[in-house]
């Protein structure tokens, strides 16, 4: 698998909040279908919370104040309808790019309709 694009959004709707990334995924091969093993992207969860510094992961694993990492697969072409939706709005074709993270009602309506899986860290960190 190839990650094609990501952005990532603070969900505060669930307590405690958590960060949620998007992810547009490629299979290598050529006919193109993505086919999932849950427990290499839950593993992703992992790995990238691994990753983030000692104030994330102590908040994370000390005191429960953030919740799991979740990725959210969403389907291939997703960001190209980002990419529309934001040069619709004015923004430059040529000086596009994805942004890191969002928090526009709008842009996540978009990437929500695309989700087609959903997978969460199933261990904290280690610290």
Partial sequence: LMLMGFTCYSDISTVPGHYVLYWELKARKKNGIVKLDDKVIVECCYVVEESLNIIYRKLRSKYDSIGALEIRVVEQGTF???????????????????????????????LEEKVVARFFSDKPPPL
């Fill in 80 to 110: 190209d309808s980002l990419m529309e939706y934001f040069i619709s709005k004015g923004a430059s074709s040529s000086q596009y790019k994805t942004p890191l993270c969002v928090n526009s009602p709008q842009v996540l309506a978009i």
